[in-house]
């Protein structure tokens, strides 16, 4: 069964730092991973996907994603953070066959200035 | 404006009453999906619909029943609400129900049973 882990429950940052929010993954074979993110109060919305291909995949609002597969790991990253990234970020996995999204705890990112 | 559209948005339920949560898709998706969000739990799957006239549990489908009523629309039914319950509900659906296939939200429903 496919399992996706959150490390991090909360992170906090300062506004203009660095960001990684690491997830790491279970399933056997190449799985299709997803990071989402959620405003409070909000739905989910998509920020990236990785399902073949570059390893490093680009989404909105200027985070990028790392595949590596040695780690089991998808990693989130953003080289300088807004106070507007404070939110609730989700990864998730599915195999290639009709099973759906599994979401990992999340991370909430706080911004501070 | 098109994606899901979650009704209601809020709603208080006594212990033993029944309600349905409604949900609706405007993007010709053909999957569809209910979730809860509890916190430090994240999102659980309650049950999804692969495709019109499908559908099958997830991983917390005790006490939920749902309709794929057409394509459009998939409501998840509390027969005799309980407290366990109390949770923030999302429906969300995808194009289809393969790997590559990311999910578009609602903005969900807060239910609380007392």
């Known amino acids: 069964a496919q399992s996706v882990t959150q490390p991090d429950i909360h992170i906090t940052v300062s506004e203009g730092a660095s960001l990684e929010l690491r997830c790491n993954y279970s399933y056997g074979a190449t799985p299709y991973l997803f990071w989402y993110v959620q405003s409070p109060g909000q739905g989910l919305q998509l920020l990236l996907k990785?399902?073949?291909?570059?390893?490093l995949v680009q989404g909105i609002k200027g985070f990028e994603a790392e595949f590596k597969r040695s780690q089991s790991s998808f990693n989130l990253r953003k080289p300088s953070v807004h106070w507007s990234d404070a939110a609730e970020y989700f990864c998730a996995v599915r195999s290639s066959g009709n099973t759906p999204l599994v979401f990992g705890k999340g991370t909430r990112l706080s911004v501070i200035a | 404006n098109a994606g899901v559209t979650q009704t209601p948005k809020f709603q208080v339920l006594k212990t033993g009453q029944s309600m349905t949560l409604q949900c609706a898709q405007d993007?010709?998706?053909?999957?569809m999906y209910w979730y809860r969000q509890d916190p430090g739990m994240g999102l659980r799957l309650i049950y999804y619909s692969a495709s019109e006239g499908t559908t099958d549990k997830g991983e917390v489908p005790n006490g939920y029943n749902v309709s794929r009523l057409n394509k459009r629309e998939f409501s998840l039914r509390l027969e005799s609400a309980a407290p366990s319950q109390t949770s923030v509900y999302f429906c969300?659906?995808?194009?289809?129900?393969?790997?590559?296939?990311?999910?578009?939200f609602g903005s969900g429903t807060r239910l609380t049973v007392v």
């Open positions: 990785y399902f073949s291909g570059d390893t």
């Open positions: 969300a659906s995808s194009e289809g129900s393969g790997g590559f296939y990311g999910y578009t």
């Open positions: 993007m010709n998706h053909n999957s």
